[in-house]
């Protein structure tokens, strides 16, 4: 079977060819986002990572594709429903890194209550060593918001409490076990979470439920200088919501590994190349999160969370599995909605 293997992370190129003997294995340095080439269309299976696009039209391109193999949780930059609607499976990797994004959750949160970015780039840019200017505050102590408590949301309640700080959390489906076990406080709402919270740290899916979750209204209930960490998916946050509520001063900050349109912060050319209707809200956003790149206040990273060596292993053993299983009839971990 020909299988076109779109962006691989440096080395894991070896790591998929060994874990797929028999197959032909084809590799594409760059996600692709508009078309597939045409000398891959004929490939029967297509595996891509977040940064990359796979629309309606890009699947009716390859007639016998059979499977599309996501290296990721997340699946919402695939037209998962027109693939499922042509028999194709499509498949994702239901666990990964989540100790390691739950680590850089906490990597943004330190950054952020000590100052270290700000303090470094001072000393590196000019010397300056005032230390008044980089007065931050402890962990220990304060309450943190957990919104979502799967793997990752259960890792970073073990890390908070690791730092003797206070846990309350938020899930639509509260696991009452897990919280019997851990002494956490699940609250009957996101507001009710954040009007208690020192800092909130988002770890749930991309959904119409979760859309915006962190918006005008529910920021105007948060508690006075609340700071908002967001590993997850960029679409849980009013971008410019959150904005407008750190320069009020009613936010005390933000660390954004992800946001809304993040893919036009590091590409801008593609918002004034592509032959594509970008409508107002797409611009505010995009305004909104270079205002954020400004704040001293903010850390904004680009999409890093996941990136261990541990992580990008697991991710890639599991999204090799998913291949050989879906094209023997087998298939694992589907996308299922």
């Keep these: 079977m020909k299988i076109l293997y779109c962006a691989p ?62 290296r990721s949780t997340g699946f919402d930059h695939v037209d998962y429903a027109h693939a499922q609607e042509k028999g194709i499976v499509v498949s994702y990797v239901p666990h990964y890194g989540s100790q390691t994004v739950a680590e850089y959750a906490f990597a943004l949160m330190l950054a952020l209550s000590r100052k270290a970015y700000a303090a470094y780039d001072a000393l590196r840019s000019d010397g300056s060593r005032d230390v008044k200017k980089y007065e931050g505050f402890d962990l220990k102590g304060k309450t943190i918001g957990v919104i979502g408590t799967g793997a990752i949301g259960r890792h970073a309640v073990g890390i908070a409490q690791g730092f003797g700080m206070q846990v309350i959390a938020f899930d639509l489906y ?25 800092l909130v740290t988002l770890h749930v899916p991309s959904s119409p439920e979760n859309y915006h979750m962190i918006n005008a209204e529910s920021l105007a ?40 349109g993040e893919k036009f912060i590091t590409d801008e050319m593609e918002l004034l190349t592509q032959d594509v209707e970008i409508g107002e809200a797409v ?42 299983k879906a094209l023997a009839g087998e298939p694992q971990f589907e996308v299922k909605k």
């Design 9 to 70: 992370y440096e080395g894991e190129r070896d790591i998929a060819v060994e874990a797929l003997p028999g197959h032909e294995v084809i590799f594409t340095d760059q996600p692709i986002r508009t078309e597939i080439p045409d000398e891959h269309r004929d490939a029967q299976a297509l595996s891509v990572f977040v940064d990359s696009v796979v629309t309606a039209e890009m699947i009716d391109s390859m007639p016998d594709l059979k499977v599309i193999a996501l």
């Design 174 to 198: 509260p696991n009452e076990e897990f919280a019997a076990e851990s002494g956490i406080v699940y609250k009957e709402s996101i507001q009710a979470v954040l009007a208690e919270s020192d």
């Design 221 to 260: 209930g948060a508690k006075e200088g609340m700071y908002v960490i967001n590993t997850a998916r960029g679409d849980l946050v009013d971008t410019v919501a959150l904005t407008q509520a750190i320069q009020s001063g009613h936010i005390g900050g933000a660390g954004l590994d992800v946001y809304e």
């Design 283 to 324: 611009w505010r956003s995009f305004a909104a999160e270079h205002a954020l790149l400004d704040m001293p206040n903010v850390i904004v990273t680009p999409h890093v969370a996941f990136n261990s060596v541990e992580a990008k292993k697991e991710i890639t053993d599991t999204t090799t599995e998913n291949i050989l």
